[in-house]
């Protein structure tokens, strides 16, 4: 069943996964959801200018009711419609992070894993230098020299971030350098760019597929707290990090306003870690069957 | 993508398989007549010593891969397998030459190392290591087409049947991946992968190791069959002693990275003149026989000085401590022992 699940195309192992792992099944669930309501959120949210630079001063601070399910802010802008607005810009830093940091380092790492060498030399030093920083330290310095925006951020997380893709990538590519079928296609005299492409990468993107959902929610958080320090998204860009920074002094009499979207990164950031867990065990294959 | 190798060495776009002589090309191999031992020339080791890191695993050692099956034999760990990676030009040698029709593969430039790669080919041990477990059984045929042929896409596709066909699977495997069907059936579509580019000698690791006794024996049948339809050469690395006297005339045996007996395959097994050769036969079970002996005592590991095996070796004695055995003839065939003599008079036998 394991070893088989292996073999499976992504979509039929997901499946599997839900059925065999009920918590990695909700977390599937949850961001399906979140990506739709993102996806959505124009049509969707009961007041779609809120996600912007609306004001609506009569109605500041309202608390959660009929007509706000989540309350308003201080300058009257639905809660909800911001939370929903907001997922769009923190889906859009995860998938961009996400994309950018396993590109880079998948391709440095699969050709440090597979050349070894003076190569695997060279990129893992590169890699060592940029781990040797506190990643948030780095994404913070980093964010106060760029202009603080969505870009920024996405730039400085994803410095931060691709070093670990490089550095699971070379050890997996490593040890798939290692397998008798690369062999065979060096004897046949099939060009290393080749056989990297064709042998090398695909198998070895599972481990690096499980690290991307685990890391979705720890981009997230980050982006979060680039916002909330001021250095990320700003006004009137809805993004939850920025919103939990603008509602925090109201915390004590109008708890809604930062109250809904801390627990928006809160589910969003939980359910990429019980997916990508669900993921990781479903692939072990020293997991016991359960 | 399928040009990225050197034109054929034809020179012409036909794809007949007979009409390629590995090697031959315009440019590839100026003048120079191959050194006999068929059309592509001989597969040799000349003093190769071979090194993971600060490790020497093989001391220079002397093999010519000639017609008629080469074995190579010995435990775990002796350097056989080393050696056969050295041979398929995946590692190279420390010191001496891996040499191919004369030429060293070290020395090779392209179009003749594309040469030797589309007349040396290999056959490991474990169908399901060999074979890419994402790709279907007729993609990795036709990389291996791809490598050295340029056809079509539907004359690819008749080639991979046909292959499939010669090492007797259906057609009709080639949609499954390796997963999807049984270690003889990968074994053999390994085989038939490594015969796409038509070569003149494969390199057989353990070829039947991982397989059922019942399916050991077909692909055997199978091995001798292309051998002699296709005018292979074999050069056959392998524990099992049985399997070299089916298909090899020639027999080197390996202990602690040195040849320590070669000779004719059937007299050697027959009447061995090392003793770990003695040793190592004397350990293969036989039904109805008397039990197996363990090979000298396995646990001692090599001397660092004098005879390697000398720890092992119930013929022992002080000078096989102070001086070690150059390989001389003994009885027609080659032999690092002191006593070989004594051994073929059967002196390690009670």
């Known amino acids: 069943m394991t070893t088989l699940a292996l073999r499976r195309t992504p979509l039929r192992r997901l499946g599997d996964l839900a059925r065999a792992d009920v918590l990695a099944a909700v977390g599937l669930v949850v961001l399906v959801l979140i990506v739709l309501a993102a996806l959505l959120a124009p049509w969707i949210a009961p007041y779609p200018d809120d996600g912007g630079a609306a004001t609506h001063p009569a109605e500041a601070l309202l608390p959660p009711g009929g007509d706000h399910w989540f309350g308003t802010d201080q300058v009257g802008r639905d809660v909800l419609s911001r939370v929903l607005f907001g997922a769009r810009t923190s889906l859009f830093i995860a998938a961009a992070v996400l994309v950018v940091a396993a590109v880079a380092g998948v391709a440095l790492g699969v050709v440090a894993g597979y050349a070894g060498g003076w190569a695997r030399d060279v990129i893992m030093r590169i890699t060592d230098v940029f781990l040797a920083f506190p990643a948030l330290l780095l994404s913070l310095a980093l964010a106060v020299v760029l202009q603080p925006s969505v870009t920024t951020v996405v730039v400085a997380i994803a410095v931060t971030w691709w070093p670990w893709y490089a550095r699971?990538?070379?050890?997996?590519?490593?040890?798939?350098?290692?397998?008798?079928?690369?062999?065979?296609?060096?004897?046949?005299?099939?060009?290393?760019?080749?056989?990297?492409?064709?042998?090398?990468?695909?198998?070895?993107?599972?481990?690096?597929?499980?690290?991307?959902?685990?890391?979705?929610?720890?981009?997230?958080?980050?982006?979060?707290?680039?916002?909330?320090?001021?250095?990320?998204?700003?006004?009137?860009?809805?993004?939850?990090?920025?919103?939990?920074?603008?509602?925090?002094?109201?915390?004590?009499?109008?708890?809604?306003?930062?109250?809904?979207?801390?627990?928006?990164?809160?589910?969003?950031?939980?359910?990429?870690?019980?997916?990508?867990?669900?993921?990781?065990?479903?692939?072990d294959p020293h997991r016991r069957p359960r | 993508m399928t040009r990225s190798n050197p034109p054929d060495p034809s020179g012409l776009d036909e794809p007949s398989p007979s009409a390629r002589t590995p090697g031959a090309g315009p440019g590839v191999r100026p003048g120079a007549s191959p050194d006999s031992g068929g059309p592509g020339g001989r597969l040799c080791a000349e003093a190769v010593t071979l090194a993971y890191g600060r490790t020497t695993v093989v001391h220079e050692v002397g093999l010519t891969v000639e017609e008629g099956g080469v074995g190579l034999v010995g435990e775990s760990g002796s350097g056989k397998t080393t050696l056969a990676r050295a041979l398929l030009g995946l590692l190279a040698p420390r010191s001496g030459r891996i040499t191919y029709g004369g030429r060293d593969l070290a020395a090779m430039r392209r179009g003749e190392r594309a040469g030797f790669r589309g007349a040396v080919q290999p056959v490991f041990q474990d169908g399901s290591d060999a074979l890419d477990p994402r790709m279907r059984l007729g993609s990795s045929i036709a990389e291996a087409l791809a490598a050295h042929h340029r056809l079509d896409r539907a004359a690819r596709r008749a080639r991979v049947a046909e292959l499939l066909t010669d090492v007797g699977l259906d057609p009709e495997l080639a949609a499954r991946r390796p997963h999807e069907v049984s270690g003889g059936q990968r074994q053999r579509a390994a085989i038939a992968r490594a015969l796409a580019v038509e070569p003149r000698v494969l390199v057989l690791d353990e070829p039947t190791s991982a397989l059922d006794v019942t399916v050991q024996a077909r692909v055997l049948d199978l091995l001798e069959d292309l051998r002699a339809g296709r005018g292979l050469t074999y050069l056959l690395i392998t524990h099992n002693l049985a399997v070299v006297d089916r298909l090899c005339r020639t027999c080197h045996v390996m202990f602690a990275g040195r040849v320590v007996e070669s000779g004719p395959a059937r007299e050697l097994l027959t009447r061995p003149a090392h003793p770990y050769t003695l040793a190592l036969r004397d350990a293969v079970p036989r039904i109805g026989g008397a039990p197996p002996r363990a090979a000298g005592r396995t646990d001692a590991v090599p001397a660092a000085e004098g005879c390697a095996f000398r720890l092992r070796c119930p013929l022992a004695v002080d000078r096989c401590r102070t001086q070690a055995p150059a390989p001389r003839p003994v009885q027609g065939r080659v032999v690092a022992c002191h006593r070989a003599e004594e051994v073929l008079a059967g002196a390690a036998r009670k």
């Open chain 1, 168 to 283: 699971l990538t070379a050890s997996v590519a490593a040890s798939v350098g290692r397998r008798g079928y690369i062999d065979a296609a060096r004897c046949l005299g099939v060009p290393a760019p080749l056989i990297i492409v064709r042998h090398v990468l695909p198998n070895s993107l599972t481990p690096v597929l499980v690290q991307l959902s685990l890391d979705g929610g720890g981009v997230i958080l980050t982006a979060a707290a680039l916002s909330y320090l001021g250095l990320g998204a700003h006004e009137p860009t809805a993004e939850w990090g920025l919103m939990v920074e603008q509602g925090q002094t109201l915390f004590t009499t109008d708890w809604w306003v930062v109250t809904f979207p801390g627990l928006a990164i809160l589910v969003t950031a939980f359910a990429f870690n019980v997916l990508g867990e669900g993921l990781r065990a479903s692939l």
